[in-house]
């Protein structure tokens, strides 16, 4: 398996700023494909603000909605109608605006265990994917969005979590989260992440400052373990740099 490129780190002035950058890319990464486009999206908070550009005149226009397929990196184990759904939080800004139905593919939460719901998802990315195993000549995804928190996890991917080192499944269950909300959750492995053409990580605020130090060392967070076959992008602002 070829290693991953080093992060290439852009600073931007602030979170509108950074929304902007994080939109270029995205379109930057449709234009590159002139054929079925994979795009799996993050929750939290951060991605909201570029959620909110991507239903703008200005980009709803340009995005090929017909040839866009939308996923969802990880998700908390509540109803697929509840808030802290992160897919119903993508739904509600976005996807249910523009995106044909069947082009959106949350991971289903309507099951008995997070374990099941896995189990669901991997079929289903596999099934888009068309095989069983990941080829790293051919990505996935064309872009994964990531957040990070402030244990430096990413996705659903909390430290010390024995499915870091996972090689062989795509989606696992996640019994338990080390941050709010505290509801199971339901998470790509990092083998699935990596596969993309594009990662690109957005990190805003003061509150990340901590979490930023830390993962310029060579700390084994998920999110310093989290990298694209392709190329990987930190979007960063000022304030989380502490400028
Ligand atoms: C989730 C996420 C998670 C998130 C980080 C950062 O379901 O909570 O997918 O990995 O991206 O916790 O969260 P914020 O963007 O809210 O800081």
Not at 222 to 230: D, E, I, V, W
């Amino acid at each position: 398996m070829p290693s991953p490129a080093p992060i290439n780190r852009i600073v931007v002035a602030d979170p509108v700023a950074l929304a902007d950058a994080a939109a270029k890319r995205l379109m930057a990464r449709i234009e590159a494909n002139p054929d079925r486009i994979a795009i799996c999206l993050t929750g939290g908070s951060s991605p909201k603000q570029l959620y909110r550009l991507l239903v703008t005149e200005a980009y709803a226009k340009q995005i090929p909605w017909d040839r866009v397929h939308w996923f969802i990196g990880d998700e908390r184990f509540v109803s697929p109608a509840d808030p802290l759904n992160n897919m119903a939080m993508a739904r509600g800004i976005f996807l249910d605006r523009f995106a044909p139905k069947d082009h959106i593919h949350p991971i289903p939460t309507d099951v008995a265990t997070p374990e099941e719901s896995a189990r669901l998802y991997e079929r289903e990315l596999q099934s888009f994917y068309g095989a069983k195993e990941l080829d790293p000549a051919r990505p996935l995804f064309d872009l994964m969005l990531m957040g990070i928190g402030p244990d430096g996890h990413t996705a659903s991917l909390f430290p010390d979590y024995p499915a870091l080192n996972e090689t062989k499944r795509w989606v696992v269950g996640v019994p338990q989260a080390h941050v709010e909300p505290f509801v199971p959750r339901v998470s790509l492995t990092l083998p699935a992440l990596a596969s993309c053409c594009e990662m690109l990580f957005e990190l805003a605020g003061n509150e990340k400052r901590a979490i930023l130090a830390r993962l310029s060392t060579d700390e084994s967070l998920p999110a310093n373990r989290a990298r694209s076959l392709g190329e990987t992008v930190l979007l960063v602002d000022q304030a989380a740099l502490g400028g």
